[in-house]
Structure formats: structure tokens, C-alpha cells
Nanobody
Framework: QVQLVESGGGLVQAGASLRLSCAAS????????MGWFRQAPGKEREFVTH????????YYADSVKGRFTISRDSAKNTVYLQMNSLKPEDTAIYYC???????????WGQGTQVTVSS
């Protein structure tokens, strides 16, 4: 089992930056990749970005490409999401997730709220 705990959400104005953190514990050696998803009110959860644990390869949704950056600190078992130039449409609950292989994500955090005011 892997446990994930997110932190760093908050209320900011449009154009500001935030950095989210996701600390993993437990069976972390089994992690293949970790990602961030988000769910806005009344909408389905959507993929934001992911990073492979060993190679550090990244992939981004078009909506955040160039503004968001995912990174990892393997020594701390922590993944970060640096969010710049935030827009009101980025308002959502952001979830950290981890998976043991390609395919579905096996583990999820509790989520952290990000609110961007115009």
C-alpha cells in the first residue's frame, strides 16, 4: 500500500503561483509514476500531469502546458506541482495519485483545494 498526502493549496488571485506537494509513504519502491488530477465543481476529474518515478519523464495536459511543472524528490518520496500564471479556470480540488504500472492509478490522496479569483 502507498499513502499519499497533498498540501499547498489555497486561494490566490489570477496570475499568481502556487506549489502543491504530495508526500508518499508505505510501499513507495513499487511506484511506477505519480500524477496530478483535478476536479472542478460540476465537472469530471481530469488529468493534469504525471512523472515517472525512475526516469523523471513528464507529460502534461494541453490546458496546463507551459504554466505547470511537475517534479520529484526521490529522497523525500515527494512530488511537486509548481503552478504559475494561474487562471480562474484552474480552480479545482487537486488530487495526487500513484500507480504501480501503466494503466489505472492505484492510490489517491485526499485532495487539496486550489481557488483562483479573477
Amino acid at each position: 500500500q502507498v499513502q499519499l498526502v497533498e498540501s499547498g493549496g489555497g486561494l490566490v488571485q489570477a496570475g499568481a503561483s502556487l506549489r502543491l506537494s504530495c508526500a508518499a509513504s508505505g510501499d513507495t519502491f513499487s511506484i511506477y509514476s505519480m500524477g496530478w488530477f483535478r476536479q472542478a465543481p460540476g465537472k469530471e476529474r481530469e488529468f493534469v500531469t504525471h512523472i515517472t518515478w525512475s526516469g523523471g519523464r513528464t507529460y502534461y495536459a494541453d490546458s496546463v502546458k507551459g504554466r505547470f511543472t511537475i517534479s520529484r524528490d526521490s529522497a523525500k518520496n515527494t512530488v511537486y506541482l509548481q503552478m504559475n500564471s494561474l487562471k480562474p479556470e484552474d480552480t479545482a480540488i487537486y488530487y495526487c495519485a500513484a500507480r504501480k504500472s501503466l494503466g489505472v492509478y492505484d492510490y489517491w490522496g485526499q485532495g487539496t483545494q486550489v481557488t483562483v479569483s479573477s
